[in-house]
């Protein structure tokens, strides 16, 4: 027998994707007793096996560094920050989507939603929040879901906080972040979200084609629709990991309430 601290790994994360060792084991062209033993510590997988069976997992590439650790492999993805010259190029890039945008918001986030870059308008939005909010880095499910934050100007609260809570706990489901599951822990426990989660989803207009975010910013109401782009075939943690969202007016008054802002 074999010591592999990858097996157990393995098979949370084929647990966590609802797949059978069958499908799995299919899947990546292996046997599912190979994979079985894989799992128990009987058999030792090769690197590429456990990439392979991480790629059909859809296991993020910090996650993959970890199971090629727990089998005594040296990890195969490094983590560049956004601010490392290696990186100067993506984050000229990103900044320049973000300008193109405003007056639009738009920002960038991590694997756990903090704000890691963000455009004029979106720096707006939380100019007047608490500083405990905001330091040392705003993470969008705390802005948006607190009391003191976005909450408290948010016309259709319930049914932006559905949909966040939603996102949250997908992000806590699909990875083995215990930071996350702290987050979501501590969200479910503010007063106006718990009272969300009392009185059940809200009703939803079957009308609208998307669920816009709807704010009284400056005495002027604006609704706006969001959208999330990740990279392709990122090869770096950093890279994998991060996410543009982008905000767009939901109808020509907002469209025009941002557009006069801006001039």
Not at 19 to 40: C, D, N, W
Not at 79 to 99: C, K, M, V
């Amino acid at each position: 027998m074999t010591s592999n601290g990858a097996g157990p790994l393995l098979r949370e994360w084929r647990g966590r994707r609802r797949r059978s060792q069958m499908e799995l084991a299919y899947a990546a062209g292996v046997s599912p007793k190979h994979l079985s033993f894989v799992e128990t510590g009987r058999a030792k997988p090769s690197p590429e096996l456990l990439l392979t069976l991480a790629s059909h997992l859809e296991v993020p590439l910090r996650d993959r560094n970890s199971l090629l650790l727990a089998a005594g492999y040296a990890p195969r993805y490094q983590e560049t920050a956004i601010d490392d010259p290696a990186s100067q190029r993506i984050r000229a890039s990103l900044e320049r989507l973000l300008a193109t945008h405003d007056p639009y918001p738009g920002v960038v986030l991590d694997r756990r939603w903090n704000i890691v870059l963000s455009n004029a308008a979106a720096r707006s939005l939380t100019a007047g929040l608490p500083a405990h909010l905001v330091t040392p880095t705003a993470n969008v499910f705390r802005v948006s879901l607190h009391p003191e934050g976005l909450a408290a100007i948010t016309v259709n609260f319930d049914e932006w906080a559905i949909y966040l809570l939603s996102q949250l706990h997908r992000l806590v489901s699909a990875s083995a972040d215990a930071e996350l599951a702290a987050m979501e822990r501590e969200i479910l426990a503010y007063p106006n979200v718990a009272a969300v989660l009392v009185d059940g989803a809200p009703a939803w207009d079957d009308s609208q084609l998307l669920v816009p975010c709807r704010m009284v910013v400056g005495g002027v109401e604006l609704s706006m629709f969001t959208t999330l782009t990740a990279f392709g075939t990122p090869r770096d943690i950093t890279l994998d990991e991060l996410a543009v969202e982008l905000f767009f007016p939901a109808d020509d008054a907002t469209e025009a309430a941002l557009r006069g802002v801006s001039t």
